[in-house]
């Protein structure tokens, strides 16, 4: 559904929680934008040993 929203241009920022464990297949999230693009800032990072917290503005058109 996140794409939905990028590619209508309704997502301002982006926050994303990495935890390392491997679980298999999963979704891409920013796969099927169509042939916009869409350029992620770092607004800020958070790393510890259990989990990594990204957060980023969206700038760039889906």
């Known amino acids: 559904m996140i794409q939905q929203y990028l590619a209508a241009g309704l997502v301002d920022e982006v926050s994303i929680h990495l935890v390392p464990v491997l679980l298999g297949g999963g979704k891409k999230l920013f796969d099927n934008l169509g042939a916009g693009r869409i350029e992620l800032r770092p607004v800020e ?3 510890s040993s259990a989990i990594t917290h ?3 503005r969206i ?4």
Do not use: S
Request: charged residues 30%; glycine residues 10%.
């Open 54 to 56: 990204l957060r980023y």
């Open 45 to 47: 990072v958070v790393e």
């Open 59 to 62: 700038h760039g058109e889906a």
